[in-house]
């Protein structure tokens, strides 16, 4: 019996291609964008759950106390995780990892061409591949990191630096001083990992680097500083517990007069989510991605449903022929759910296969990177074989409850019941898909809006063609000459230094005045061209042109003025940093956004040394910034800074980045966002205009001799075009009635959470009501003027 439904419901599809392919092609279409829409946020589900004893690690963290504010710090000094396991035997063990603060240089000393800047560089303890299960392909779990000077790599930086080559036991130069020996290569963590690297080096080895005198002054105190420092419980559920020892532990030793800190853990199966330190996974806006993909599927549903109902009405002759023959209600039931599997299954397997073969470049284009292991794994794959069971049962049941009940009398009879039911059906769905498209067009242009206000808003800062570039302590040595040099290449306007990249990284002190509480003050160090290089505004502007030859000097923003009670001139106040060092303020800058617009700008202070003062840097990083005259040659410029920057350094890559690119690539999450809702609102506007495509093939097919008539009669074409869209016009304005206050409603909460924001203007709503009016109306005039344009005689002996 199966095999029968089989073949009529193969005979159906190939008798109606045009149907046939838009029903198909809606489905697909929407489970293609269900199922992208699935993997990630299932990958951002899972993050960290391939770790089996994921739920008894977790993150000792402080919130340290500074006046009124408060500062959440992941980092504990080196002797934090050996007292909390001795203080408290729940501590099953511990795990400390120390992140470079920024790329280092690794390099094959064998070959010069072989030197690289990288990133997932850890220092971690010797139980590391212990503590975290990463496989080793080759090497011992237990030694691999035991000796000083010894590090495990990834396959991908294996294949880097060595080719097909077995690495183990060749060596590694890092930062052009340490060489380090390959003890292993292991497995890169999967992409839903909260923990990356690419090189692991022994922690034993930082006592040999000078960027780690922490570790050689001997400690019994736990408190913050440079490692991420984990801890296995025996029990996950005694967190809290372990949380009270170790505040415990930390007043013992506590000063009678310093703020009390709060130590607290942070599980790692909710790290990646509730992570205060750097925003991974933007968790807010899993919800709205989950939303999208139920709203776009169910659309296509909705569109396949509604086309349906317009075909019921030719098939249920067919019905009630087959009801008279005897066939039961659960019968027809059967054959029309037979006939949606294979519908939804031809749909299903294509949009998997559209997944599969270009998922990663559409991940890739949104800004995500996602293991094709992981579209694999058959924990996904079995949320796929549940989506397609949902959509075969949803997409068959209305057909198959409406035709299954049908009178057979009635509809032999011709009774006109059946079709009016039908019509109201499909009214109905009309509505549904055109005031989804019109909430989602509307949500859409309102964040393409937000994205593009945080690209151009002034923020106070000049940011169009300036170039960051790292230096280490082997230019920066050298500053004053490369400077000199880098000025005179033709198209460099100014160049300036600073101790971090702008938005890459700020220090803060706790600072405070004589009439205010201490506050988190952050500071950049930066030298006398910074200010006009970014075409900083002064609010108070320094009595002193030479202020920055003086010692002890700071310049304020606005914002930190106000929060130390300056009321009108701050020139000459004097701030208390670290509690016994005094600095006296040059002068008082306008605000500008030194982090991102998603949060308001904080106070900052700015010290200005001059370039003959640049010794702090030696031993350390900085970054120098190039301003470029408008319309300047920018590739050629690069080249030429390049070949200076070999001069003065050949041991670190030359590595540069946009200050604008830099800004861009704080709001990734909103540019996310952005991209798939650009995406989906085109996939439902094809799918409604699709939809809207197939009702009027249908309802142009039954009115073919009625049109024919009028034109025999005499009707004008526009007189018959007007009567064919009257009403389809009526219910897509009503479905802009619907859209439109439920999308600014939506739009308005989520602009709410930025500080600084667009408003949903009523140009928005102009360009989707007049867009979606426009769209409608070529959708529906394709299909009216192929009946207009008909011959009359010939429908008529039809």
């Not at 992570?275 to 989950?290: C, E």
């Not at 769905?429 to 005031?435: K, L, N, R, Y």
């Not at 989906?680 to 093939?697: D, E, K, P, V």
């Not at 007189?719 to 439109?740: D, H």
Request: charged share 15%; net charge positive.
């Amino acid at each position: 019996m199966i095999k029968h439904y089989i073949l009529i419901a193969r005979r159906h599809l190939v008798k109606n291609r045009l149907l046939s392919f838009i029903n198909i092609s809606g489905l697909s279409l929407g489970i293609t964008a269900c199922l992208l829409m699935v993997s990630y946020v299932t990958h951002e589900m899972t993050f960290d759950k391939f770790i089996t004893h994921a739920d008894r690690v977790f993150l000792m963290c402080v919130r340290a106390k500074v006046g009124v504010d408060s500062l959440d710090i992941p980092y504990m000094n080196y002797s934090s995780g050996p007292v909390i396991t001795q203080a408290d035997p729940r501590v099953e063990s511990f795990q400390r990892t120390f992140t470079p603060y920024s790329a280092v240089t690794i390099a094959d000393p064998l070959r010069v061409e072989m030197k690289f800047r990288e990133k997932n560089v850890l220092f971690a303890d010797s139980s590391f591949f212990r503590f975290f299960p990463f496989k080793l392909r080759s090497g011992n779990v237990s030694t691999a990191l035991s000796e000083p000077l010894t590090m495990v790599i990834s396959r991908k930086a294996a294949y880097k630096y060595f080719g097909d080559a077995d690495p183990i036991g060749k060596t590694l130069q890092y930062d052009n001083k340490y060489l380090f020996q390959i003890t292993g290569v292991a497995e890169e963590p999967p992409s839903n990992s909260s923990i990356r690297f690419d090189f692991v080096a022994s922690m034993e080895s930082l006592r040999t680097m000078k960027a780690t005198h922490s570790m050689n002054a001997p400690s019994r105190q736990i408190g913050y500083g440079e490692f991420a420092t984990w801890l296995l419980l025996r029990n996950g559920q005694d967190k809290q517990a372990v949380q009270t020892v170790i505040q415990q532990v930390y007043e013992q030793d506590r000063e009678p007069s310093s703020p009390v800190d709060r130590y607290y853990l942070t599980g790692l199966k909710d790290y990646h989510f509730n992570n205060k330190f750097h925003d991974t996974s933007n968790s807010q806006y899993l919800m709205v991605f989950s939303l999208v993909a139920i709203l776009v599927l169910l659309l296509a549903l909705v569109n396949y449903m509604s086309l349906a109902t317009a075909d019921s009405s030719i098939r249920s002759k067919e019905i009630g022929v087959r009801k008279i023959a005897g066939a039961s209600a659960p019968a027809i039931r059967v054959q029309f759910y037979v006939e949606s599997a294979l519908y939804s299954l031809i749909a299903f397997s294509t949009a998997l296969l559209i997944v599969l073969i270009f998922g990663g470049k559409i991940f890739s284009m949104m800004g995500l990177t996602i293991d094709f292991e992981f579209l694999l794994s058959p924990f996904l794959l079995s949320l796929f074989v549940l989506l397609f069971i949902f959509t075969t049962l949803i997409a068959g049941f209305y057909p198959s409850l409406v035709l299954s009940k049908l009178n057979p009398q009635a509809i032999l009879g011709g009774s006109g019941v059946f079709r009016n039911n039908s019509a109201l059906v499909r009214e109905f769905f009309t509505v549904f898909q055109f005031s989804l498209a019109v909430a989602l067009i509307i949500f859409c242009l309102t964040v393409n809006s937000q994205v593009h206000f945080f690209r151009h808003m002034s923020t106070g800062v000049a940011r169009q063609n300036v170039i960051m570039i790292p230096m280490d302590d082997s230019s920066v040595n050298h500053f004053g000459a490369f400077s000199r040099e880098i000025s005179a290449i033709p198209g460099v306007k100014h160049t300036a230094i600073a101790r971090y990249p702008l938005y890459g990284g700020i220090d803060r002190f706790p600072a405070s005045a004589i009439n205010s509480e201490p506050i988190q003050l952050s500071v950049i160090l930066v030298d006398q061209h910074f200010i006009p290089l970014l075409e900083l505004q002064w609010k108070q502007r320094p009595a002193d042109p030479f202020y920055y030859r003086q010692a002890k000097r700071i310049l304020l923003n606005e914002a930190a003025a106000k929060r130390f009670k300056f009321q009108q001139d701050a020139i000459g106040q004097n701030l208390q940093v670290f509690g016994d060092t005094y600095l006296k303020v040059s002068g008082v800058l306008n605000d500008f956004v030194f982090t991102n617009l998603k949060s308001a700008i904080e106070p900052l202070g700015l010290i200005v040394k001059g370039d003959s003062s640049f010794s702090w840097a030696k031993g350390g990083d900085a970054c120098l910034f190039i301003k470029a005259e408008k319309g300047t040659n920018l590739p050629k410029l690069l080249s030429a800074v390049k070949t200076t920057y070999a001069k003065y350094n050949n041991t670190t890559p030359f590595s540069f980045e946009f200050l604008d690119d830099v800004f861009d690539s704080q709001y990734k999450a909103e540019q996310r966002l952005e991209k798939v809702l650009n995406i989906c609102t085109i996939l439902i506007i094809f799918i409604a205009s699709m939809g809207l495509f197939g009702l009027m093939y249908f309802n142009v097919n039954r009115k073919l001799k009625e049109i024919s008539v009028r034109k025999v009669l005499g009707a004008n074409r526009v007189t018959i075009v007007v009567l064919m869209c009257r009403k389809l016009f009526a219910i897509i304005g009503l479905s802009i009635l619907i859209g439109s206050p439920i999308a600014w409603y939506i739009a308005d909460s989520w602009l709410q959470d930025f500080p600084y924001h667009v408003q949903v203007g009523w140009e928005i709503f102009m360009v989707t009501i007049l867009g979606t009016l426009l769209i409608s109306f070529i959708t529906i005039l394709m299909q009216v003027m192929r009946a207009v344009n008909a011959s009359p005689v010939k429908n008529l002996k039809n």
